[in-house]
């Protein structure tokens, strides 16, 4: 589902800005600090509450305003529907909106339209922390399991309810029970959820892998880690580990402590590859949810690349803009230099902006 207008409001170095976008390649190219990546950012933050170079949002609202706007319109031409999100940010609060109805969770915005966002800092999934391969997975599981993101809330509260009785010190052990059988049961379901998502992705990695010729240097295999012992249930785990558990004051065993491991003949796959490789391998994972994603729900997803040229080699990029057209993904994509359309997006519809301190102008 194509997104067709933007319009965004005191966002970093931005005023006012207003954006007809084409549904296939849309190219920002600008100057260091012109604002190209803050439009990316805008886009992401107006469709998930969240920005992908910054925890502190409140950081966007453009020096000496008050609050941020942001306003996207996407169109599904198959169902004929018109979605109009729109979001304000102020120092104190957060409004969102859709159709004019007041939303109370961006989760009801990101499940519109999956967003996907491919930027040099999230091409090490291999070797980074495992938060970032949760994140990963999560995003899939989110946009296929209607209930995940509730189910996860639930958890997320029930843990931070546990920690703070941990914390505390004294309780009683009855007390601790109840909150164990909660976090037991969401946790089972977060985890199984995970689980089936990640086995069902794995025929899409290894096309990918393929296409850009990974499958070559070895036979790849993605495994769940639970966060607790292998074969004990989340229960079981959490019971044994409690004396553990009270004397750090934390709940080591949980889905909050889950992991994929990634592995290429066995070996972990950031040590077989080189750091070239480990990027073009991170763009085949979100290649294939993306496509696991249309196939299961129909759904299509945005792709916003940053700054991606000076990451991925000249044939891996050609690579990268074909499988976005094969997957009839719409693409906006930053640029230092003034773009040459890739050869296999001539075909696409395509808009060029140049992005000037702040002030964009459209090309073509
Ligand atoms: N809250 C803000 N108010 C005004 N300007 C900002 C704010 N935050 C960042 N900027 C400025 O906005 C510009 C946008 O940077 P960025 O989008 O990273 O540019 P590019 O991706 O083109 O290099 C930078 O010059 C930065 O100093
Ligand atoms: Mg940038």
Redesign the pocket.
Known sequence: MPIKKMIVT?????KSQTLQFSDGINI?F????????????ALNFALTGRSF?TSNIK???????DK?IVFVQASDKQKNVLYNIGVEKSFHATLMKLNNLDVSSFADLARILPVQVVEPSNLNLLEGAPEGRRRYLDWLVFHVEHEFSHQWKRYKNILKQRNSLLRRGKMEPLELDVWDTQLASYGEYISESRQKNLEELQPFFSKYLNIFGLASIGSTTFKYVKGWEMNSTLLESLKSSRENDIRKAHTKSGPHRSDIRIELSGKPAGEVLSRGQQKVFCVCMKLAQCDYLRLRSGKESVFLL??IASELDSLNLEKVYESLQELNAQVLL?S?QAPDIPTSQIKRSNTVFH?E??IISQKN
């Open positions: 005191d966002f970093r170095n931005f920002f600008g100057v260091n600090g012109a604002g190209k990546t803050s439009v990316l950012e170079r950081s966007t609202i453009r020096e000496n305003a941020t940053d700054d930053t230092i992005v301190h702040g």
